[in-house]
């Protein structure tokens, strides 16, 4: 089981916007302000497309964006586009703890 | 442009070793610190360990269900880092992947493809 708490589907239409939650503790999401997100193609690289709740990478489309409110924090994916469709992840610091690095099941967004 | 391309995956017997690869490039690898990360199958992610970069000696950090068994090292003239895995479990097939450290940001900035080990008799 993974120490953060993602739901495992989510879906909307082409143009729709979709938001993807991350759960965790006071030990982790809520502690710092250090909540990734990754978009996951099977069989490719995982592509980081937010740091530090909110920073995008360059390239990333501003499309993508990250929040977080006390414990849980969220992906939003405006616009949605065939390409979008993928697995994402969260990640977080954990600080002293083992592991310093938690991260979520993971959610299968679907582009209907 | 940055690539990390990781090799050395297979079937290996429970209580067996292996050595996972990962080739660097497009960057200078002993000025980072560098994770390996692994993703059993049908589940999330999870952080394996890390080695720091040469002005923190390549010191190294694992994960406490990998600690005792797996160790991280590299070969900064071969742009090279390495995970030997010993005394493997079941519970260690996965698709292990090494990451670069976003330096300063806690998250990592590039990834490999990963590559597959499977535990099982």
């Known amino acids: 089981q993974s120490a953060l708490t993602q739901p495992p589907s989510a879906s909307g239409s082409p143009g729709q916007s979709v938001t993807i939650s991350c759960s965790g503790t006071?030990?982790?999401?809520?502690?710092?302000?250090?909540v990734s997100w990754y978009q996951h193609h099977p069989g490719k690289a995982p592509k980081p497309i937010i740091y530090e709740v909110t920073k995008r990478p360059s390239g990333v489309p501003d499309r993508f964006s990250g929040s977080k409110v006390g414990n849980t924090a969220s992906l939003t994916v405006s616009g949605l586009q065939a390409e979008d469709e993928a697995d994402y992840y969260c990640g977080s610091y954990a600080g002293g703890n083992n592991p310093p690095w938690v991260f979520g099941g993971g959610t299968k967004l679907t582009v209907l | 442009e940055v690539q990390l391309v990781e090799s050395g995956g297979g079937l290996v017997q429970p209580g067996g070793s292996l050595r996972l690869s990962c080739a660097a490039s497009?960057?200078?690898?002993?000025?980072?610190?560098m994770d390996w990360v692994r993703q059993a199958p049908g589940k999330g992610l999870e952080w394996v360990g890390r080695?720091?970069?040469?002005?923190?000696?390549?010191?190294?950090q694992y994960a406490a269900s990998v600690e005792g068994r797996f160790t991280i090292s590299r070969d900064d003239s071969k742009s090279s880092l390495y995970l030997q895995m010993n005394s493997l479990k079941t519970e260690d097939t996965a698709v292990y992947f090494c990451a670069r450290d976003r330096a300063g940001n806690y998250s990592w900035d590039y990834w490999g493809q990963g590559t597959l080990v499977t535990v099982s008799s």
């Open positions: 080695s720091r970069d040469k002005a923190r000696k390549h010191t190294t």
């Open positions: 497009g960057f200078t690898l002993s000025d980072h610190y």
């Open positions: 006071s030990n982790d999401v809520g502690g710092y302000n250090y």
